[in-house]
């Protein structure tokens, strides 16, 4: 197994670690956790392209375990009331459309490649989330108010990039569709 799998899986075993220290309220912990996971999506992806380490493997399970990751901290952030409810909803019914399309397709031997905006949603999410996972870890601080902000920020731009390139992928390919 190359390195940049190895680093996928590396993520996808964060993510009950990541969980559980959030749920023992050990914030500042699972903050850190959270950030060395999301750096290892960083480095997969650039160490598969740079020496040509690029497997099915990592195709499948590098935005999957991006997926585990991002959504497992907002189900914690949305039973502690850092983030509404609606808006995971409006970010899996994305997710599912897109899951869908590209099983359709596929079915029709047509690979369905992912879109910068695609890319972009996933960056803003990952930065959103340690921004709401710091909330906690800041909120009797001079820093609170800056954080706050910061996160919601980062989460409506997450949201929207979200909506947006969920209707990129379906008029891109709206052929999957045909009856």
């Given amino acids: 197994m190359n390195l940049p799998n190895k680093l996928t899986i590396a993520r996808v075993v964060a993510v009950p670690v990541f ?18 996971a999301s750096v290892t999506d960083l480095l ?5 392209r740079k020496y040509n380490l690029v497997t099915n493997f990592g195709k499948i399970m590098d935005p999957l375990a991006d997926k585990v990751l991002v959504y497992s901290a907002f189900c914690l952030l949305i039973e502690d009331g850092w983030m509404p409810a609606w808006m995971l909803i409006v970010i899996l019914a994305r997710e599912f459309t897109v899951a869908g399309m590209r099983t359709v397709a596929a079915a029709d031997g047509i690979v369905v490649a992912a879109a910068m905006s695609g890319k972009i949603k996933t960056v803003l999410q990952m930065i959103a ?18 954080v706050y902000y910061g996160a919601y920020i980062f989460l409506w731009a997450s949201l929207v990039m979200t909506v947006y390139s969920g209707f990129e992928y379906i008029l ?4 999957v569709f045909s009856f």
Avoid: C, H, Q, W
Avoid at 20 to 25: A, E, P, W
Avoid at 172 to 175: C, G, H, P, Q
């Fill in 19 to 36: 969980v559980v220290l959030y749920m023992l309220g050990y914030y500042l912990a699972a903050f850190a956790v959270f950030i060395l």
């Fill in 44 to 48: 997969d992806g650039k160490i598969a």
């Fill in 129 to 146: 989330v340690p921004f709401l996972l710091a909330i906690p870890v800041f909120e009797r601080t001079i820093f609170a108010e800056a």
């Fill in 172 to 175: 891109k390919n709206k052929s």
